[in-house]
């Protein structure tokens, strides 16, 4: 069965830094991999998808890596803002219908 | 920006009761999903549904589960006889193919089990 980890559990940084959060899967054998964005009491707000054939996804100040063979994903979070702080999740897409989802990290950017 | 809607927001219902979660999915997506989220915990996936069937289930979704497309807007979560257990956040996903395209998430019912 998938398992998904994600490091650190928390991260607390000043405003303006730029911060890489990690995420890693036991089985390789993926279709896609998607990093959401969780705030409290909230929805999931999906912030990349890459698919299994792609090593990175682009969206503003945020970049996604995936090295399928390692099962290793890191976003990318540059010049960090308040705004940012949030929970981020990943989770991986094996074969069939379900996402599997890492434990999250949650991301305090301060003023 | 289209998006996923879920009703309600908040549920409280009594061990034993049946509950009803109702979600409106984005209206050209195919795939329809319900996860979960236990406090504190990873989000937990339930089900899958496309072409009016269910495509596949976790063990959690037992025989007290069930979910329908009543009509061509509504989706909705079934729980037959709640536990304690099933509290938790539903989430309603949608998707517009189910293999390589983002999953959409509405922003969740709490269920508290009482």
């Known amino acids: 069965k998938q398992e998904v980890t994600q490091i650190p559990a928390a991260l607390s940084v000043p405003e303006g830094e730029n911060l890489v959060l990690n995420c890693s899967f036991t089985?390789?054998?993926?279709?896609?991999l998607q990093w959401f964005r969780q705030d409290p009491g909230k929805g999931l707000t999906s912030l990349l998808l890459?698919?299994?054939?792609?090593r990175e996804q682009t969206s503003g100040r945020l970049n996604a890596s995936l090295d399928k063979s390692s099962g290793r994903s890191t976003l990318y979070i540059a010049a960090s803002q308040p705004g940012d702080s949030a929970t981020y999740l990943c989770?991986?897409?094996?074969?069939?219908?379900?996402?599997?989802f890492g434990t999250g990290t949650s991301l305090t950017v301060i003023p | 920006e289209p998006e996923v809607t879920q009703t309600p927001s908040h549920q409280v219902t009594q061990m034993g009761q049946e509950v009803i979660l109702r979600c409106v999915p984005i209206?050209?997506?195919?795939?329809f999903y319900w996860y979960r989220q236990i406090l504190g915990q990873k989000v937990e996936f339930l089900v899958s549904?496309?072409?009016?069937?269910?495509?596949?289930k976790s063990e959690i979704f037992d025989d007290q589960f069930s979910v329908e497309r009543p009509d061509g807007s509504n989706f909705t979560l079934k729980i037959r006889s709640t536990k304690l257990e099933d509290s938790a956040m539903y989430f309603c996903?949608?998707?517009?193919?189910?293999?390589?395209?983002?999953?959409?998430f509405g922003s969740g019912t709490q269920l508290s089990v009482l």
């Open positions: 549904f496309y072409n009016n069937e269910i495509s596949e």
């Open positions: 989770a991986v897409r094996p074969p069939g219908n379900q996402f599997y």
């Open positions: 089985d390789s054998a993926i279709y896609n």
């Open positions: 996903a949608s998707s517009e193919d189910g293999y390589n395209e983002k999953l959409f």
């Open positions: 890459i698919q299994s054939s792609q």
């Open positions: 209206s050209n997506h195919l795939y």
